[in-house]
């Protein structure tokens, strides 16, 4: 390694390849536009390609790969939930996340940790409850845990919660719960594309969708137009920017989701600990940074400012429940934007419009499910016909009033 | 801290007030179609720019009509919704 190390100190130009190049030009026409270099945006990129054989795809990024949602979130990733869709579609995720480090090439530094969702009454220890339950059914591994078992997996949490907010009756536990490098599944999944043949365009913003017919014609963008047929919108906190261009009303509000992490510390938080109650979830990443997020803003604002409030607030929940942390430093704070849909559940597959894809309403669950999402989006590209994971998922289900109630994202999901 | 002009109590800070949705019509449940009501029960006007809003400020229970940019969190103007401007 110091070898290695010595090399980039002593060379002239960067001695490793680039992960991938940047076009230039764009080509007058792409099979397939894909709206946002994010971690979905990317995977279903790379899937069209891998999976379908659709190579001449272009991804079109208004700033730089993961520069949203796919950098901000706090990188865990479960499949917990509290309905069958749910469980199913993230589990799926979870499955495909696994391998993903092979099957990129690159070390996403995936770490298999635990996650426990706190119950701080007896009515949330039977919520809980009822989550083991479908997930069983499901086959997620997922159960109800006692305080003692809390205590001795957590020994430095406080389970009296500082004696002036509710003690904690037991938890959710969740052996597969895990963490990874956000960025680097965008990475990864780039580069993997890029291989194939897909063109990656940074800086390149989209100003208008060309519609005839109801069919997709094209996407105009600030260096030009693209004649194309297919269009995924994978933009997460912008679809609301992106839907009216093509007339699309949806349930989305966007709210701003913030988080920080502290100093770098030895590992000592092995598991995930998350408190609806308290608004706080927190991990330990494998640079030693404790990472912890809270609840929404609590009003409509499409911008990654921070508060004071917030970070003062979190910190306070934070010393409630690991006093050991009270004289650690906050490093960074930063804000994310969350596309939020009236039942928690995303909004995925096609459209009224012929060719026009959405891939959004990623609220707080986002960064967990971007592998499936990749996968069954350029399934559902591909074939024009909604992918089995996702058709419950679909927009007409406001219509239809058949909502997927997705109460196990709700309060401080993620 | 973030201080919001309440058309009855002046300028409070934020922690005073509740964010209640976009100002909407109700459209006449009988006679709508369903698409018209599912659209009005789910759909919202979520792309960026300045909104006509309901804010409730709690200490004093005011309901009002605030409008504000969504994207600069600026408020524009607030008033009560009876009051409401002629250009508004």
Redesign the interface.
């Given at each position: 390694m110091p070898y290695r190390l010595l090399k980039f100190a002593l060379a002239k130009e960067y001695p490793e390849p680039r992960m991938f190049h940047s076009p230039d030009v764009l080509k007058d026409e792409y099979d397939v536009v894909v709206i946002g270099g994010g971690g979905h945006g990317l995977a279903a990129a790379y899937y069209l390609a891998m999976n379908h054989g659709i190579t001449n795809v272009a991804v079109l990024e208004k700033s730089y790969i993961g520069s949203g949602g796919t950098g901000r979130n706090t990188a865990i990733i479960r499949s917990n939930y509290l309905t069958p869709e749910g469980c199913r579609f993230y589990n799926t995720s979870i499955e495909l996340f696994k391998d993903l480090s092979r099957t990129l090439d690159l070390n996403l530094f995936y770490s298999q940790r635990g996650h426990f969702t706190l119950a701080h009454s007896p009515a949330s220890l039977n919520t809980q409850r009822w989550r083991a339950e479908v997930n069983k059914q499901v086959g997620v591994d997922s159960r109800i845990v006692d305080p003692a078992f809390i205590g001795d997996r957590l020994p430095q949490l406080d389970l009296a919660c500082g004696g002036h907010l509710p003690p904690v009756y037991g938890a959710l536990y969740h052996p597969p719960g895990a963490i990874a490098r956000h960025d680097a599944v965008a990475w990864a999944y780039a580069r993997g594309a890029a291989r194939k043949g897909v063109d990656i365009h940074q800086q390149t913003c989209v100003t208008d969708i060309e519609v005839r017919d109801d069919q997709v014609a094209g996407v105009h963008t600030d260096k030009g137009f693209i004649k194309t047929r297919k269009i995924l919108s994978a933009v997460a906190g912008w679809?609301?920017?992106v839907?009216?261009m093509v007339g699309l009303?949806?349930?989305?509000?966007?709210h701003p989701l913030q988080a920080m992490v502290t100093e770098p510390l030895k590992p000592w938080l092995d598991h995930i600990v998350v408190s609806a109650t308290l608004h706080l979830y927190v991990s330990q990443s494998s640079r030693g940074e404790l990472v912890a997020g809270g609840s929404l803003d609590?009003?409509?604002?499409?911008?990654t400012?921070s508060t004071l409030?917030f970070s003062e607030q979190l910190a306070g929940r934070l010393i409630d429940l690991f006093p050991c942390v009270s004289q650690i430093n906050v490093l960074r704070q930063w804000a994310g934007l969350c596309?939020m849909t009236?039942d928690f559940s995303p909004i995925m597959g096609k459209t009224p419009i012929k060719g026009f894809y959405l891939d959004a309403g990623w609220g707080t669950w986002g960064f967990k499910a971007t592998p499936v999402s990749g996968m069954t989006m350029a399934y559902t590209i591909a074939h024009d016909v909604d992918h089995a994971l996702i058709k419950p998922f679909n927009l007409d289900r406001?219509?239809?009033?058949r909502l997927v109630g997705e109460k196990g994202a709700a309060a401080v999901g993620h | 801290m973030k201080i919001i002009y309440c058309p009855v109590n002046g300028p409070r800070p934020l922690q005073e007030f509740r964010f209640g949705g976009e100002v909407r019509l109700m459209p006449d449940p009988d006679g709508s179609s369903d698409e018209q009501w599912a659209d009005y029960v789910f759909n919202r006007s979520g792309e960026p720019g300045i909104k006509r809003e309901w804010w409730y400020h709690i200490a004093s229970g005011t309901w009002f009509v605030a409008e504000r940019n969504t994207v600069t969190d600026e408020f524009i103007r607030t008033y009560l919704y009876e009051d409401q401007p002629d250009d508004g």
């Open positions: 679809t609301t920017s839907t009216p009303r949806t349930p989305l509000v966007i609590p009003y409509e604002l499409i911008s400012r409030g596309d009236p406001y219509a239809q009033f | -």
